[in-house]
T-cell receptor
Framework: SQQGEEDPQALSIQEGENATMNCSYK?????LQWYRQNSGRGLVHLIL?????REKHSGRLRVTLDTSKKSSSLLITASRAADTASYFC???????????FGKGNQVVVIP | NAGVMQNPRHLVRRRGQEARLRCSPM?????VYWYRQLPEEGLKFMVY????????ESGMPKERFSAEFPKEGPSILRIQQVVRGDSAAYFC????????????FGSGTRLTVV
C-alpha cells in the first residue's frame, strides 16, 4: 500500500505539552502533507514537505522527513485546546494523480 | 473567495434512491478530486477530474458511481441505487493545477442511507 500510516492512533495530552505523531509510507514520494480535521468538518492543509527537504516549520508546527526510513513526524509545540482534532498525513507519489491518506491520529488536548 | 463549496452538507437517502453530491471548486481551480471517508478511517481517493474530462477514476466503484465536471457548473458525484454501505462523508478538493501543492478541501457531504 502507498498510504501513509500514522502512529500513534490516539493521543491525549495536557495543554502546553508537545504532541508528536509519526507517519510511514512504502514507496517513493514527491511530497508529504499533513492535514487537520476537526470533528464533522473538512480537512485543513497544515504543511507540505518535499522529498528533498528534511525539516520544515510553520508557527508551532515542525515536520521532519526521513526518506531513507520512509517516515515523517509532525510536532505540535505548546499545544492548545483548539489543537484538538484528527491529524492526517498524505503522500503524493510519483506517477499518481491523487494523495494517499493515512487513517489519522486523534489528538485531544486537555485544558 | 468562498473556497470549495459542497452541497448539501447532509443528505439522507433510502436504499435504492439516487444521491447527487455537488462540488464548486475555488475560483480559478480547474482540477477536482473526490474522496470518501468512512467512520474512523482516512480519506480514500475516488476520482480526479479536469473540466469536461475524467483523468483518473481508479478509486471509483465500477457500478452505481459516476462523476462529471462540466464546462459550466459544479462537479457532480452521482450514486445510483444507494446501499447502506455508501453511508460516508464525501469530500471534494480542488487545485489550480495537477501538482498537489495547493489542495483546498470542501466541508464535505455526509450521506446517510436508511
Amino acid at each position: 500500500s502507498q498510504q501513509g500510516e500514522e502512529d500513534p492512533q490516539a493521543l491525549s495530552i495536557q495543554e502546553g505539552e508537545n504532541a508528536t505523531m509519526n507517519c510511514s509510507y512504502k514507496t517513493s514520494i514527491n511530497n508529504l502533507q499533513w492535514y487537520r480535521q476537526n470533528s464533522g468538518r473538512g480537512l485543513v492543509h497544515l504543511i507540505l514537505i518535499r522529498s528533498n527537504e528534511r525539516e520544515k516549520h510553520s508557527g508551532r508546527l515542525r515536520v521532519t522527513l526521513d526518506t531513507s526510513k520512509k517516515s515523517s513526524s509532525l510536532l505540535i509545540t505548546a499545544s492548545r485546546a483548539a489543537d484538538t482534532a484528527s491529524y492526517f498525513c498524505a503522500t503524493d507519489h510519483y506517477g499518481n494523480n491523487r494523495l494517499a491518506f493515512g487513517k489519522g491520529n486523534q489528538v485531544v488536548v486537555i485544558p | 473567495n468562498a473556497g470549495v463549496m459542497q452541497n448539501p452538507r447532509h443528505l439522507v437517502r433510502r436504499r435504492g434512491q439516487e444521491a447527487r453530491l455537488r462540488c464548486s471548486p475555488m475560483k480559478g481551480h480547474s482540477h477536482v478530486y473526490w474522496y470518501r471517508q468512512l467512520p474512523e478511517e482516512g480519506l480514500k481517493f475516488m476520482v480526479y477530474l479536469q473540466k469536461e474530462n475524467i483523468i483518473d477514476e481508479s478509486g471509483m466503484p465500477k457500478e452505481r458511481f459516476s462523476a462529471e465536471f462540466p464546462k459550466e457548473g459544479p462537479s457532480i458525484l452521482r450514486i445510483q441505487q444507494v446501499v447502506r454501505g455508501d453511508s460516508a462523508a464525501y469530500f471534494c478538493a480542488s487545485s489550480p493545477d495537477r501538482d498537489s501543492y495547493g489542495y483546498t478541501f470542501g466541508s464535505g457531504t455526509r450521506l446517510t442511507v436508511v
